[in-house]
């Protein structure tokens, strides 16, 4: 048994050894991957990216490599965890442990890294779904260029800003979006107000109402988004609490495993709160509809711009899977009669 | 001051480490060399399609035990191969080797051209022509059905519309009470904006659906079950094992836009199916005019359907002889797990042989689109002396001879008098499993 005072110390070295054998492995494996890797890569990027890239195409191909893609995210977030509790573990070790402050031994930022994975948050979507909203508006400028003028200042105004640092912040993001969806208002959003341009009138006022459906689906994305957040630092509260009483109890966890099954526990049950709420079917009813909003609009400009092409439309394929499907009906009821006037026979 | 993890030994840690490591690198070179995951694989053989829809008849494995055919409705999200996902983890197998005659149906996946398809064409379209061409194959005059989850559902439905092709109902943690609030699924999908959803996609991409499942134990499903992984990846068994169920789960089809639009907005939203207010084509659905023997099957720990909503369907039937039967697990376990197997395999085929009607009709005509209902009158018969039958031993049905003694037209009373052979019973031989003591299922 080695001096329980040592420990931690003694882990670091063995991680940090551990994930030396790992590297060396890793260039052993590289040989025999070369495709694809870059000799500038980490090698345990590269080693991943040359796996991944071994597996073989077809259905199930693909299935094995989603998985072992699963396995290594669910490893990653094992071992981000441990570097999240890592200096609880200190403060355990140099015995400086005070229940009270155990929630100021965690580092928010990592605690978001970890659930904006586990959720597949990704706020850089919000900001490539402005500039998707920008280049809109940019392709279609020449049908309404004061109106699209602003709102690409709108959009370069929020790509410009210091969305790096923002975005370690859901708060922020937020108030962002908000004032996003203001300056949109104000902006944009106006073109509804303005009298009649023309034929082509109804495209501007199509892609306006894209836009700002965009907008809408990216604020209510960052809501949703603020309030899963949220739920994740009480769900460290939560694993804080448990390991608390653990303390006072006197027990021990007896291995990293042991830690590692209390926190997904305990972050389950918190989450299971939350989506027992009105508020969370609120919030995610809003963002799922404020979606599913700009994708028909979305459809609607498409089908506007294929207008004149000959090319089938959505709409036309919907008519044509509709009688189709009115034409199986009737085949199958002709077909049920005919048979039953057979059998009468 | 305690040290939380004093007991730790540096080495066993380095060992943990690096023991993981391995495995991750391992299960890499074995995941590498899948190229194909055997799913579904008892022996099967098409015998009727229609559109994207495929209806099998499995390769019989034992002497029969029943006379009427089972088939087997799954739910439209997901494969139904997740009832025979493995040879030794195979309900399909299973019921085959106690001699029942099984048949079942796949969905196909759904394209935008099936968009338009409604409740009432997966029930009294597609349902109604496979029981047809089941009796048909089988030369029956009714089949047995069994719903699985939502297939569940329908065939509830089916059965009240079409009470006179079913013999037996049982339905597997099929949900028919919707008010219950104990299920994150349940309370989700009422509160969603379907209409938006299916206006929008036409065919509702399975791959959405799958994120709603996953989202309601996220910790679990995408972490948790990861890491557990890699102490099974090693063992290229094992990890296969995995992968047929990940294939499973990540098989998912599109949902048919109208079919979902109705089922979320009357049956989750309205409870319409047990209010008795469903209508499906031209018609009301009443689950009162169930009256022949069901079997309802919930799991104690179901987090998809949960109990409630599942049992509220021995309240709502007319049926006289019903049984209910509580499966210790959660809602894939029902099929998948070693108890069900064990245990309810053989309570499944039991109850299914103890109402049994001893031979099939004689006729080799094609049976009717809709049978006269002079057929229905014996088969009540059978139903009314098997109603005690699930603790009996098969053996004893001979009290079936009651049957002769129902006053039936002429007609009827052949039939009758057919079903209560007892040497038919005795022909069909009684798998050595069922003469074994049963544990009777909790009511």
Redesign the interface.
Known sequence: ??N??D??D??MK??Q??IN??RD?ALQ?QSLYQNGATASDNPFTSWSKS?LE???F?A??N??????S??????E??QKLYELWQPL?NA??D?S?DPANYGNLTDPTKIKQLFDK??NFDFDAIAQLQNQTKQITDLYEQFGKPWADVAKTQSANFLNGDYSQNSLQPEAIFTQMKASMAMFEKSTGRIFSVPALGKDREKIEQISKYAKALSTFSSKQAEYYQLMQATGYEGTQAVIKA?AA??GA????????D???LW?DS??KT??KL??TKEF??K??AM??A???A??MY?EIIEGQLFDLPIARRSE??EV??L??DL??KV?SLE?QV??LK?QR | ??????????K???K???D??GK??K??EL??D????DVGTAPKQLIYEE?KLTLFHYKPEAKKACGIPVLVVYALVNRPYMLDIQPDRSFIRNLLNLGLDVYIIDWGYPT??????SMD?YIN?YIDNCVDAVRKHAKTDKVSLMGVCQGGTFSGIYASLHPEKVHNLITLVAPFDFTTDDA?LF??SK???VD??V????VVPGSLMNDGFL??????L??????D??HV?EDKEKLLN??RM??WI?DSPGQAGECLRQFVNDLYKGNKLAKGTLQLGDKTVNLGDIKMPILTIYASADHLVPPAATKALNDLVSSEDKTLYEFQGGHIGVFVGARSQKELAPAIAKWLVTRDVPAPIKSK??P??SPAPAIEKPVAAVTEVAKPAIAKPVVKKAPVAKATTTKASPAKATKAKTAAKPKAVTTNAVPEVFKTTFKKPAK
């Open positions: 048994m080695e329980p005072s420990y931690l003694g882990w063995i991680q050894q551990a054998a790992l492995q494996v796996v071994a597996f073989p077809g199930d191909g299935l094995a490599k989603d998985t072992f699963k396995t290594q995210f669910g490893t977030a094992m573990l355990i070790r015995k442990i586990l959720f390991v653990k303390v006197g027990e021990k966890f007896e291995k990293f495993d830690f590692f099954a997904i972050n389950e989450f299971n989506f027992q079917s609120e995610r009813n799922t509809d979606g599913f909003t994708r028909k459809n394929m919907d899977y509709k189709v499907y199986r009906k199958k049920s048979q039953e059998t | 001051m305690n040290n939380l993890f004093s007991n730790f030994d540096a066993a840690a380095l943990q480490l690096s993981v490591n991750l690198m299960g890499a995941l590498t899948v190229e194909d995951i559109d935008q051209s099936d968009r338009y398809l064409d379209g994150l309370n989700w509160s969603m904006d938006a959803l206006d929008a996609y036409g989202m309601l134990m996220p910790f679990n995408n972490i948790k079950k990861y890491v992984m890699l990846m995995f992968l990940e294939k990540f005509e094609a009717k689109k």
